[in-house]
């Protein structure tokens, strides 16, 4: 998930994988990282074969297998945008501009109830956020929804900078916090103390701020005074 968990040659970084390696080694444990889907990661959880993960967000349903840890890694996640080329002709200023449009989106992906919720629109899902931003540029689709701090990153990393540009309509931050989330099956009291702990530790100490100065904002070349992550 570029920017936050990135892998190469079976090396896994970015500043998820980075802060589940700092709790790990704050509270004690070893950190064996699992690759796989958002379905078969949040099915591993409820049975215990997996114990934690990062990135999730709490709901209800997710309650009833996980606990969030109480210190979130964010304060909330960023604003929804939509990305058009800069030579195109697409003008996003309201909800209302995007019937006509084509949108990438990601297979599986949450973004806000009355997005997620409205059928009309025509998604144009793909397996990663990559391809979609690969699929604008060439003209197969009209605008990108995603996340702003992932959307600024990969334009960056992508060296797309010249050919897109953020539509001015925007969809705000549910405000939510960000927690890691805990599988209840698998994973002891006394284990998930010394992760609250650890984590606690991490926030008062500095060490997220730490993170995601070198995995994100140095690493994508996006100037720290933005604010995108909190």
Known sequence: ???????????????????????ARRAGLT??????????????????TADIMIGLRETPRRDTFLYFLQTPYREHSADRVFYVRKDGNVTINDYADIAPLRIG???????????DRDWSVQRDPAKDMEANFRKLALGRIDAVLIPEDQGDAL??????????????FRMPSDGQPRSVAVSRASVSPE???????????MQKAGALTAIYKRHYYDAYHIPQGTGLVK
């Open 191 to 201: 284990r998930l103390a010394a992760l609250e702990t650890a984590m606690h530790d």
């Open 105 to 115: 989106t990601k297979w599986g992906a949450e973004y806000l109830r009355r997005f």
């Open 31 to 48: 950190l064996q990282i699992k690759p796989c889907p958002l379905k078969r990661c949040q099915f591993m959880l409820e049975q215990g």
């Open 1 to 23: 998930m570029l920017p936050w968990i990135t892998e190469e040659d079976g090396v896994y970084g970015g500043a998820y994988t980075e802060i589940a390696r700092e709790l």
């Open 155 to 168: 334009v960056s990393a992508l060296h797309l900078d010249g050919q897109l540009e953020k539509a001015a």
